[in-house]
């Protein structure tokens, strides 16, 4: 589904530049649930932003199912993310002042699909995630856990290929870590493929395929068994 060859992301000018990827080859098949680990700088947001279609490698291969990413145009990237791609981010990154649903339900419409389908797909899976009675209130008035289950919700009503979660549990608490980690868990046991970037053992552990980064190279690349939650 996923293959990157010889990629590398160098940042700064002549002089001052940063190897934050340095010649990563990897292959991601579909229904994999891969973690990254590495320590922070160690490129994991780098890759993670190259995989996503967020950033351009400085140079290397990236075929997206298929598709040549690197000869897609500009104005063409967004709406191939969209097609392939859901994101869930440390930050949660959802739109303030609105409503729990509206923020599932604007990607959808923006994508083209009717509003009252669209409303009925968030609810149904706003459902699924347990916040389903927080989806008429704004996401400024719930809590941290609730906006990262919202976070994932909007990921899948694209019913994305892919999920790419950045740190997804560095601004939960404990308990909440373990509800999202099962979440991640029940989606990837019902195939949907799932690229979770932690530097956190415990929760790389909760994967079926370790990556590890150091200083922008890949170091390690192993199977291993699930610890399931
Ligand atoms: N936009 C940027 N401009 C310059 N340097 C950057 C930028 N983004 C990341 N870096 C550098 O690239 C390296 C890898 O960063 P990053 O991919 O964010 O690592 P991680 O997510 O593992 O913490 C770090 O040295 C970081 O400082
Ligand atoms: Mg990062």
């Known amino acids: 589904m996923i293959t990157l060859k010889g990629i590398y992301k160098i940042y700064g000018d002549t002089g001052n530049e940063v190897i934050a990827l340095n010649n990563i080859n990897l292959s991601i098949e579909s229904?994999?649930?891969?973690?990254?680990?590495g320590a922070s700088g160690s490129g994991k947001s780098s890759l993670m932003h190259i995989m996503g279609l967020l950033d351009k490698p400085t140079q290397g291969e990236y075929v997206l199912d298929g598709v040549n990413t690197i000869d897609i145009k500009e104005k063409e990237l967004s709406s191939v993310r969209n097609k392939y791609i859901g994101f869930v981010f440390q930050a949660f990154n959802l739109l303030p002042r609105?409503?729990?649903?509206?923020?599932?339900?604007?990607?959808?419409?923006?994508?083209?699909?009717?509003?009252?389908?669209?409303?009925?797909?968030?609810?149904?899976?706003?459902?699924?995630?347990?916040?389903?009675?927080?989806?008429?209130?704004?996401?400024?008035?719930?809590?941290?856990?609730?906006?990262?289950?919202?976070?994932?919700?909007?990921?899948?009503?694209q019913e994305p290929t892919l999920i790419l979660a950045d740190e997804p549990t560095g601004n939960v608490d404990s308990k909440t870590t373990l509800e999202i980690i099962k979440?991640?868990?029940?989606?990837?046991?019902?195939?949907?493929?799932?690229?979770?970037?932690?530097?956190?053992?415990?929760?790389?552990?909760?994967a079926k395929r370790k990556i590890r980064l150091k200083d922008g190279l890949l170091i390690e690349d192993k199977i291993i068994r699930q610890n399931r939650v």
Request: aromatic share 4%; charged share 30%.
């Open 98 to 157: 609105t409503t729990v649903i509206d923020n599932v339900i604007l990607p959808l419409v923006y994508r083209g699909e009717n509003k009252d389908i669209a409303e009925k797909k968030a609810l149904e899976i706003l459902k699924k995630l347990g916040i389903d009675k927080r989806a008429y209130f704004k996401t400024n008035q719930i809590s941290g856990g609730q906006q990262q289950r919202v976070a994932i919700a909007r990921a899948l009503a």
């Open 183 to 206: 979440i991640l868990q029940d989606l990837n046991d019902e195939g949907h493929s799932i690229v979770i970037v932690t530097h956190e053992d415990d929760i790389g552990d909760r």
């Open 31 to 37: 229904g994999e649930y891969v973690s990254i680990m």
